[in-house]
């Protein structure tokens, strides 16, 4: 199956901000949403995954979110 332009759109600016820092905005309805600022660090063919800082290296964690996430806009991306 094709992908969509925006797909395609949307993984090539992923790939081309790999490894540097960006805010995500994650969108979980009823005016509710979350900000961080993290590292995107690695990345699949249909997932990306991004590790976010704490204030102990213990506490760092990573987050995977997919591609079609950011395509509906449940997740912002600020690079």
Same mark, same amino acid.
């Given at each position: %199956?094709? !992908?969509?332009?925006?797909?395609?759109?949307?993984? =090539? /600016?992923? /790939?081309? =901000?790999?490894?540097?820092? *960006? /805010?995500?905005?994650? =969108? +979980?309805?009823? =005016?509710?949403?979350?900000?961080?600022?993290? *590292?995107?660090? @690695? %990345? +699949?063919? +249909?997932?990306?995954? *991004? &590790?976010? #800082?704490? #204030?102990?290296?213990?506490?760092?964690? !990573?987050?995977?979110?997919?591609? &079609? #996430?950011? /395509?509906?806009? #449940?997740? @912002?991306?600020?690079?």
């Amino acid at each position: %199956m094709r !992908q969509p332009a925006n797909m395609c759109y949307i993984y =090539n /600016l992923i /790939l081309s =901000n790999m490894g540097k820092r *960006v /805010l995500v905005r994650e =969108n +979980h309805g009823r =005016n509710r949403c979350d900000v961080a600022e993290g *590292v995107i660090s @690695e %990345m +699949h063919p +249909h997932v990306f995954c *991004v &590790t976010f #800082d704490g #204030d102990r290296p213990e506490a760092a964690k !990573q987050i995977s979110y997919s591609y &079609t #996430d950011v /395509l509906i806009r #449940d997740v @912002e991306l600020v690079f």
